[in-house]
């Protein structure tokens, strides 16, 4: 196999390197179908693999799990006669043909023992299979990050007014959707501990040089990794807008569990009117949710406890709500 | 500046990933920073039996000041059949079990910890999260802490005690991203100011003679894997699938095994075991192979990696092992396998590629110039340490 390309460019190279990979794939799976290998080996082989793989590792897919169990399925019952002692390897090979028949007896039953488990599994694999293509096949878009140049930027109404609220915070201060840590650093300058996530490793890149505190993590994935109450303050921009009912009930539920008691909580999200309004960036079309409207943030978390205000961005095509966690839901925890 | 490194066992002789991280840090931020580094260590050289060797006392080496204090207990024989029962499930331990976990495993060093809280260090280092220094260090001395796990996937990181030396920590230091997302799967640390460094390179210094003549193998090309040659780090595997693969492809090519041997290695007409290597014969062998292997799953940076893209080689890792695979996935410069199908199906196509084989040189090489270099990676790291210290210590640490 040999290939002459020399790509020119780093897009080049990728999509080169990807095909190569595929080309890798396929060859694997031609050549494990056509069984070229003896099952045996094969099985010793992975077995090697896995003997030192961590714990997570070893999970890979159902389909590679299957493929282990089928190739030890048959149990052999002819036993090796090799021995370093003289006459060893005869006085085994005596006793392998006087036991025989016993061995081969039990061996058998365990090979059709294993054959009827690895057959079920096969079965459940198929159902599994099917049912995740079902699933793929309704799943709701996940929800993308909804950024607007005039609404998440440094010169954005609402900055100066989440910064005010946020500055006098003592302990760490979460900043969702932080892209290039604009945010963080804007905070970290008036002595506020900020960090940021972003699900978009190539915004946040540059600042692993200039010593932002950003990392390449869900919001949701990252609040479930820290601790209760461990947070002073947590800014949600770009990230609830587009989100489903579900979603958005479940960030809220991590957010009220992750402040502090008296910590803040400030949303930034589009309106209605600016969700549908030309100014909307391509991710309102392509997200399963849409914007909540003001009131409706007011009362959801004015019923988790927090003593909220609200504001209307001056255009009415995004607003702000900032909560304050009363001291008396944190205790209640 | 002043930082203090906290490590059960530092200095030139000691073999091992956590520690030589240690030394190189420390070492770096007295040479390129100015900073006054003192570490706080053991007179251990062996981390199975902690047993003291080196003299306890002051020294200085490569400007950095080590204070050595004899350890209050080695490992206690008792620990083994503890940490054989708790290994099964350990989420499930006591904090009292894990505890004593930590004390048996030793070295106990309650002296280095008092001598640490003397220091007038602003900031603690502690190397790697496994050990009791760590443990009953981090959050009970004066000065900010920052934890440099080095953590794999192993049953101890489950064990309840350490959820107080990660919490504890005021800041953590992560060699990937993929050592990040492991530590944060297990403890809820996620919010702790962090960064993701990882360790610097040196310039590769051969002695300028062929690969194949330090190997003994004349003209035979040769693929070359570097490090412990133990079953635990994938070595065995690695030459049971080379000899399949032989089997399968004759020719001329070998394997070198290079690095400290403690597992047997079945003899084979195309296998080379080395053994240690000085470094100038190391950065030859390196140089003149095809491919560079690291067949280990437990690495939680592997500098080997980086190294054979230092001479622009492609590399092969195992796809289980996630701090590895990350590097090549951020990097575009190696590729990785994960049964003996895909390792045959890759070392072919390196094998028969020359293109291939440069473009994956050519984009570890980079890799490792844009994030790997010393002195990018040092101010980096002195930068977060500064950072660490004008945060000063969180709350009062409990265990």
Same mark, same amino acid.
């Given at each position: 196999?040999?290939?002459?390309?020399?790509?020119?460019?780093?897009?080049?190279?990728?999509?080169?390197?990807?095909?190569?990979?595929? #080309?890798?794939?396929?060859?694997?799976?031609?050549?494990?179908?056509?069984?070229?290998?003896?099952?045996?080996?094969?099985?010793?082989?992975?077995?090697?693999?896995?003997?030192?793989?961590?714990?997570?590792?070893?999970?890979?897919?159902?389909?590679?799990?299957?493929?282990?169990?089928?190739?030890?399925?048959?149990?052999?019952?002819?036993?090796?006669?090799?021995?370093?002692?003289?006459?060893?390897?005869?006085?085994?090979?005596?006793?392998?043909?006087?036991?025989?028949?016993?061995?081969?007896?039990?061996?058998?039953?365990?090979?059709?023992?294993?054959?009827?488990?690895?057959?079920?599994?096969?079965?459940?694999?198929?159902?599994? %299979?099917?049912?995740?293509?079902?699933?793929?096949?309704?799943?709701?878009?996940?929800?993308?990050?909804?950024?607007?140049?005039?609404?998440?930027?440094?010169?954005?109404?609402?900055?100066?007014?989440?910064?005010?609220?946020?500055?006098?915070?003592?302990?760490?201060?979460?900043?969702?959707?932080?892209?290039?840590?604009?945010?963080?650093?804007?905070?970290?300058? =008036?002595?506020?501990?900020?960090?940021?996530?972003?699900?978009?490793?190539?915004?946040?890149?540059?600042?692993?040089?200039?010593?932002? $505190?950003?990392?390449?993590?869900?919001?949701?994935?990252?609040?479930?990794?820290?601790?209760?109450?461990?947070?002073?303050?947590?800014?949600?921009?770009?990230?609830?807008?587009?989100?489903?009912?579900?979603?958005?009930?479940?960030?809220?539920?991590?957010?009220?569990?992750?402040?502090?008691?008296?910590?803040?909580?400030?949303?930034?999200?589009?309106?209605?009117?600016?969700? #549908?309004?030309?100014?909307?960036?391509?991710?309102?079309?392509?997200?399963?949710?849409?914007?909540?409207?003001?009131?409706?943030?007011?009362?959801?978390?004015?019923?988790?406890?927090?003593?909220?205000?609200?504001?209307?961005?001056?255009?009415?095509?995004?607003?702000?709500?900032?909560?304050?966690?009363?001291?008396?839901?944190?205790?209640?925890? | 500046?002043?930082?203090?490194?906290?490590?059960?066992?530092?200095?030139?002789?000691?073999?091992?990933?956590?520690?030589?991280?240690?030394?190189?840090?420390?070492?770096?931020?007295?040479?390129?920073?100015?900073?006054?580094?003192?570490?706080?260590? %053991?007179?251990?050289?062996?981390?199975?039996?902690?047993?003291?060797?080196?003299?306890?006392? $002051?020294?200085?080496?490569?400007?950095?000041?080590?204070?050595?204090?004899?350890?209050?207990?080695?490992?206690?024989?008792?620990?083994?059949?503890?940490?054989?029962?708790?290994?099964?499930?350990?989420?499930?331990?006591?904090?009292?079990?894990?505890?004593?976990?930590? #004390?048996?495993?030793?070295?106990?060093?309650?002296?280095?910890?008092?001598?640490?809280?003397?220091?007038?260090?602003?900031? *603690? *280092?502690?190397?790697?999260?496994?050990?009791?220094?760590?443990?009953?260090?981090?959050?009970?001395?004066?000065?900010?802490?920052?934890?440099?796990?080095?953590?794999?996937?192993?049953?101890?990181?489950?064990?309840?005690?350490?959820?107080?030396?990660?919490?504890?920590?005021?800041?953590?230091?992560?060699?990937?991203?993929?050592?990040?997302?492991?530590?944060?799967?297990?403890?809820?640390?996620?919010?702790?100011?962090?960064?993701?460094?990882?360790?610097?390179?040196?310039?590769?210094?051969?002695?300028?003679?062929?690969?194949?003549?330090?190997?003994?193998?004349?003209?035979?090309?040769?693929?070359?894997?570097?490090?412990?040659? $133990?079953?635990?780090?994938?070595?065995?595997?690695?030459?049971?699938?080379?000899?399949?693969?032989?089997?399968?492809?004759?020719?001329?090519?070998?394997?070198?095994?290079?690095?400290?041997?403690?597992? =047997?290695?079945?003899?084979?007409?195309?296998?080379?075991?080395?053994?240690?290597?000085? #470094?100038?014969?190391?950065?030859?062998?390196?140089?003149?192979?095809?491919?560079?292997?690291?067949?280990?799953?437990?690495?939680?940076?592997?500098?080997?990696?980086?190294?054979?893209?230092?001479?622009?080689?492609?590399?092969?890792?195992? *796809?289980?092992?996630?701090? %590895?695979?990350?590097?090549?996935?951020?990097?575009?410069?190696?590729?990785?396998?994960?049964?003996?199908?895909?390792?045959?199906?890759?070392?072919?196509?390196?094998?028969?590629?020359?293109?291939?084989?440069?473009?994956?040189?050519?984009?570890?090489?980079?890799?490792?110039?844009?994030?790997?270099?010393?002195?990018?990676?040092?101010?980096?790291?002195?930068?977060?340490?500064?950072?660490?210290?004008?945060?000063?210590?969180? %709350?009062?640490?409990?265990?």
């Amino acid at each position: 196999m040999s290939a002459t390309l020399e790509p020119a460019s780093d897009s080049d190279e990728d999509a080169y390197l990807a095909r190569v990979l595929s #080309e890798i794939e396929a060859e694997v799976r031609a050549k494990r179908a056509s069984g070229e290998l003896p099952a045996r080996v094969e099985r010793e082989l992975d077995e090697l693999f896995l003997e030192f793989s961590p714990v997570a590792g070893r999970a890979g897919g159902l389909h590679d799990a299957l493929r282990m169990v089928d190739a030890a399925t048959f149990i052999d019952p002819v036993v090796p006669v090799g021995s370093a002692k003289s006459g060893g390897a005869v006085v085994k090979k005596g006793l392998r043909s006087l036991s025989l028949w016993y061995v081969g007896y039990i061996t058998h039953q365990v090979s059709q023992l294993a054959t009827a488990v690895s057959r079920a599994l096969h079965i459940l694999d198929e159902q599994v %299979t099917d049912l995740r293509r079902q699933l793929d096949a309704q799943r709701v878009p996940p929800s993308l990050v909804v950024e607007a140049d005039w609404a998440n930027g440094p010169d954005a109404w609402w900055v100066e007014e989440g910064v005010r609220t946020l500055a006098a915070a003592r302990g760490r201060v979460l900043h969702t959707a932080a892209g290039d840590g604009w945010l963080v650093r804007r905070l970290t300058a =008036e002595g506020v501990s900020a960090y940021g996530v972003d699900p978009r490793p190539e915004r946040i890149e540059r600042a692993e040089f200039d010593g932002t $505190d950003l990392r390449d993590e869900d919001v949701v994935a990252h609040l479930r990794a820290v601790e209760s109450a461990a947070l002073d303050g947590i800014i949600l921009s770009g990230v609830v807008d587009g989100m489903t009912a579900g979603e958005r009930l479940a960030l809220l539920d991590l957010v009220v569990d992750r402040l502090s008691p008296g910590g803040t909580l400030v949303v930034h999200s589009l309106s209605r009117a600016g969700w #549908e309004s030309d100014q909307a960036p391509v991710a309102a079309d392509l997200c399963g949710g849409h914007p909540l409207r003001l009131a409706t943030w007011s009362f959801l978390l004015g019923e988790q406890g927090f003593d909220v205000r609200a504001q209307p961005g001056p255009e009415g095509l995004d607003y702000l709500v900032v909560g304050v966690l009363g001291d008396t839901v944190t205790a209640s925890r | 500046m002043k930082v203090a490194f906290v490590t059960p066992r530092y200095g030139p002789e000691v073999m091992g990933g956590a520690e030589t991280a240690a030394r190189q840090l420390a070492e770096h931020l007295v040479a390129d920073c100015g900073a006054e580094v003192e570490v706080f260590s %053991t007179c251990a050289l062996d981390h199975v039996t902690w047993e003291d060797v080196l003299e306890p006392g $002051d020294s200085e080496l490569n400007g950095v000041t080590v204070h050595r204090f004899a350890s209050d207990a080695g490992r206690n024989p008792d620990f083994y059949g503890l940490d054989g029962k708790l290994r099964l499930a350990p989420r499930e331990a006591t904090r009292r079990e894990s505890q004593r976990w930590v #004390e048996l495993n030793g070295p106990v060093t309650n002296r280095l910890l008092a001598a640490l809280s003397e220091s007038d260090a602003q900031v *603690a *280092a502690f190397y790697p999260y496994l050990y009791y220094p760590s443990v009953k260090g981090i959050g009970h001395v004066p000065m900010p802490g920052v934890l440099h796990p080095a953590a794999h996937d192993e049953p101890a990181l489950y064990l309840p005690i350490f959820r107080g030396t990660y919490t504890n920590a005021d800041a953590i230091c992560y060699h990937t991203i993929a050592e990040r997302r492991l530590v944060q799967r297990i403890h809820p640390v996620a919010d702790r100011p962090q960064i993701v460094l990882g360790l610097g390179v040196s310039d590769p210094a051969g002695n300028g003679r062929r690969g194949g003549a330090v190997l003994g193998i004349g003209e035979r090309p040769y693929v070359v894997s570097v490090g412990r040659v $133990d079953s635990h780090k994938g070595s065995v595997m690695l030459a049971s699938f080379f000899a399949t693969y032989k089997e399968r492809h004759p020719g001329p090519l070998c394997l070198a095994l290079v690095g400290p041997v403690s597992a =047997e290695i079945p003899e084979h007409p195309d296998i080379v075991v080395t053994g240690i290597l000085d #470094e100038g014969d190391k950065w030859d062998v390196v140089r003149d192979a095809k491919v560079s292997i690291s067949p280990s799953a437990l690495e939680s940076f592997s500098l080997v990696v980086l190294e054979a893209w230092q001479e622009s080689l492609p590399v092969m890792v195992n *796809a289980a092992c996630d701090p %590895t695979r990350e590097h090549c996935e951020r990097s575009g410069g190696g590729m990785w396998f994960g049964s003996y199908r895909e390792f045959e199906a890759i070392l072919e196509r390196l094998l028969d590629d020359d293109d291939l084989r440069h473009v994956l040189g050519r984009r570890g090489r980079a890799y490792v110039d844009r994030h790997y270099q010393w002195p990018v990676l040092i101010r980096r790291y002195a930068e977060f340490l500064g950072q660490v210290i004008d945060r000063g210590r969180g %709350t009062t640490g409990v265990l």
